[in-house]
């Protein structure tokens, strides 16, 4: 636990508009002059059902959910369907208010709606009881009455944040600019009484408690945005103008903000029959010359292998993101994990030849869409983005200059007409596409794209000779596998010169480390801070480059440790495996901290995983998993 | 000033054009209908008024997905059963091109099936030519979702307990708006039907039947045939729905009684195409969108300036 923070968590029912209005608030937060950091919970459900996004903030960056939460406005599940009977997954009206119940922080608020939530029930779930003992301030208060006094129940979020605000005593000038922002007429002057009228009926209440929140003021302008923002507009700035899909959750944010903003930036979205067409449609435009992408989550992803590996044949430039949720098969839909890492590398037959990013953070998924965009049109090479969903839904502030990046829609590795004329063509009248030597002494052989005068080749998923036909001729197949395949080293080699995706954390002589990958990477640099604080000796290091990997890097920092706990959100280890099967060595210096049970790592669980594996004791917690190193 | 100089030439186009200065030798068996595609193929190209360099020929994978192995334009030999998911995608790229997908009976009306439903939904302004030779020919001969019900192969030893597929009645309830069906052995009519296949605006599927004298000998050459248009005994509008399903049903019907029924199925003129739709609802630029990216005057809108306000 840190001190001088605010965790505030919203809990209702899902469509009870906890997303929204937790938006606002983190918003109305990061304009006051805080750093704020948002963690979502859903389930997969359309109405009811206990959902909940806690808002961290603190006066400076803040990277990462917190442990736990000091602040609980328990809404109620309006959309229960036996709010009085017990159900089969529980009594779900009141779920928002007990789950999790001890997560929330000794001396914590715990505000909920006794309009929803009737006295009987709570006294059922000894909520007395239980805030005595934590020190926990209940504050009942009727939020559903003072929203129906202004007309609608629905603004009993807004009630519960007039009261919040009331009782943190934060004011209220940012959450009414807000709502003036965002509604209009009745609606607006509704929302803005139902706010004064909680947050005068709370100040009434004179919560005494001890949470502080900080004051904090930003150099320079901030936004507040999610990962699927940061991907598609990576995507966009970096002149990707279609993109085709089938929705699948978590990946329908990104396909639903690029479906919104491609015709005002005169592009084409398409919604398709299943994701192998919508794989095949971005082959097909970026085979015209257009910057292209795809992408969808595990068993849709798995629909698209074969595209994937049509893309690696016949080097046709293509984007493809893959939003990872908790496997296997349908899984947990709305629930993250790092599961899907072996099969974004290995899907499809043959010899992959690709390349894969997993961003950490809102701002690597910014940076990492557009170089993923850049590789592959360079390249012609499919490069993937993997990410989960947890970075997909959690929302952070970061500097506005962050995105102030010009454009670049280059196609890559494409000749002119002119130079056309000038290249190699088959006796058959067919330009050489595929070459085997192409002249720079690269292994990038430029294409064309049809309309080009003279530029007519076969593209053909089968093996095939420089102008695209056919061919099994076995000294051709060697040719041409070879070059595909060294394209690899070439990207890796300007990866290492121009791209700089792994981030190095903690002090360099420690030693000890933490190795991580993609979501868990600033989770864990939380982690290894406080345990230099307590007098270990830890750095950290966090991957992207998942392929071509960064062989070099990883195994110079592994070198430098004496051992590494690998932490990621699966159950099978699969970086450490990466890692080890790339590297060829290390298998006995990495130790796994493993969760897998739809949560993500709060920041105190990564601290008590490598105090328990460097001292050699059990792990006491039941939610995740230690798996030693190699010969241990 | 376009990018692409192939596109709108205005000269006179050979049918030797589309001739392969080279030929390969074709996998194609003596006799294999596919041969007769090809020629209609580039018969065709002459009268459209298309040169080999605006024109990309999508296949699928089978015998049939060998065609722009031997034909000299621009060409993408997919996956099984996935020419017309990136064919489509092609058109929408670049509207200036002709796009012309292709693929067997097997690739297109099983394995990709949907995404033949989906593409004649959307209407799409291109050509679908099937081989359909009511087998799978390069996998050696096992039953295709056209062979006829009791059809015995390696696959089904006891002879297929399926019906097989409607192709021409199913693209009609898809939503194509040009049907037709042709065969090999009656080169001037494919001929004539590709061209017009090619200039319809909207989605153009022709069902070509391709005799196979090596797994489907029973299916004999798909002679004799009768045009439906040149004959008296057939006397339907063509563009009129209901006629033009009664006509289908009949023309599916009886090839397996040992009548081969050809010609236009259904022409509808009226419905815009895909394209059309969606440039008029303002989900697709004017311009083609590949030539923006060979424009070097084009401007390319930012982030930054765009959408950034919303999350300050």
Known sequence: MTDNELIWRIAGGSGDGIDSTSQNFAKALMRSGLHVFTHRHYPSRIRGGHTYV??????????????????????????????????????????????????LREGGVLLYDEGLLDEEDVDEIELEEHAEENGWHVVPMDLRGIAKEHGREIMRNTAGIGATAAILDIGTEEFETLIEQNMAGDMQEANLAVLEDAYEAASELDVDHDIEVPEGSHDEEQVILSGSNAISYGALDEGCRFISGYPMTPW?????????????????????????????????????????????????????????????????????????????????????????LEHVLYTSQGDSARVVFA?????????????????????????????????????????????????????????????????????????????????????????????????????????????????????????????????????????????????????????????????????????????????????????????????????????????ALVVEMNATAQFRGLTQKEIGKYGDKMSSLLKYNGNPFEPAEIVDGFESSINGEDLAATNMKYLPAAGD | MSAFSAIGDDREIDRDEFTPGIE????????????????????????????????????????????????????????????????????????????????GDGDGYGIGGNHLIHTARENHDMTYIVFNNEIFGLTKGQTSPTSPK????????????????????????????????????????????????????GFAHIDFLTQCPTWNKDAKHYVPYTDVQQSDDFDFDVSDRAEAAEMMRKTEERLYEGEVLTGRMYVEGERPSYGQEKRSIGEMPEEPLAERYFDEDAEWERTYDNLLQHHK
């Open chain 1, 54 to 103: 806690e808002v961290r903030a603190k006066d400076e960056d803040v990277q990462s959910r917190g442990d736990g939460y000091n602040f609980l406005l328990a809404l109620g599940d309006s959309f229960a369907r036996n709010p009085q009977d017990e159900a089969y997954y529980g009594k779900e009206e009141l779920k928002p208010l007990y789950e999790n119940f001890d997560d």
């Open chain 1, 252 to 340: 329908t944010d990104v396909f639903t903000i690029m479906s919104q903003h491609l015709p005002e930036f005169g592009g084409i979205s398409e919604q398709v029959e299943d994701e192998i067409a919508a794989a095949a449609l971005a082959l097909g435009a970026s085979h015209m010359g257009v910057k292209s992408m795809s992408g969808s989550s595990g068993g849709g992803f798995a629909l698209m292998s074969e595209p994937l590996g049509l893309a690696e044949m016949t080097e046709t430039p293509v984007v493809l993101v893959e939003a990872m949720r908790a496997g296997p098969s349908t899984g947990m839909p709305t629930k993250p994990e790092q599961a899907d």
């Open chain 1, 359 to 563: 961003p950490a953070n809102i701002r690597e998924c910014y940076t990492q869409t557009r170089a993923a965009f850049r590789i592959a049109y360079e390249y012609q090479i499919p490069a993937i983005v993997v990410y989960d969903q947890k970075i997909q839904g959690e929302l952070r502030n970061m500097p506005a200059s962050h995105f102030d990046e010009e454009a670049n829609a280059d196609p890559g590795s494409v000749l002119t007409e002119d130079e056309i004329q000038d290249a190699a063509h088959h006796a058959s009248g067919k330009f050489q596409r595929f070459l085997h030597e192409p002249e720079d002494g690269s292994n990038v052989s430029p294409r064309s794209v049809p309309g080009q005068k003279d530029g007519r080749y076969l593209a053909t998923g089968n093996e095939h000779n420089p102008s695209g036909h056919i061919s099994e001729d076995p000294d051709n197949r060697i040719a041409q596998m070879e070059r595909r395949l060294n394209k690899l080293d070439d990207i890796r080699a300007d990866l290492d010169e121009n791209a700089g995706h792994q981030t190095y954390h903690g002090p360099e002589d420690a030693d000890y480390g933490v190795l991580v990958w993609g979501s868990q990477q600033d989770t864990a640099f939380e982690a290894v801070d406080r345990l230099n604080d307590n007098g270990h000796s830890v750095k950290a290091l966090g991957v992207s480059d998942m392929a071509p990997y960064p062989v070099e890097e990883v195994s110079e920092w592994l070198d430098s440790v004496d051992q």
């Open chain 2, 24 to 103: 390969p030798q074709a996998t194609w068996c003596p006799g294999c209908g596919d041969f007769g595609v090809l020629k209609a193929l580039k018969q065709a190209m002459p009268e459209v008024g298309r040169n080999p360099d605006e024109v990309a020929l999508f296949t699928g994978i089978g015998c049939s997905g060998k065609l722009n192995s031997y034909f000299n334009s621009y060409g993408f030999h997919t996956i099984h059963g996935r020419s017309l998911p990136v064919a489509r995608a092609a058109k929408l790229a670049n509207p200036d091109i002709e796009v012309i997908a292709a693929g």
């Open chain 2, 150 to 201: 009791g059809h015995k192969s390696k696959t089904q030893p006891h002879g297929s307990a399926k019906s097989p597929i409607r192709p021409l009645s199913q693209s009609l309830n898809a939503g194509a708006t040009y049907i037709a069906r042709t065969a090999a052995v009656n080169p001037n009519q494919a001929k004539e039907i590709i061209a017009e296949a090619i200039e319809h605006d």
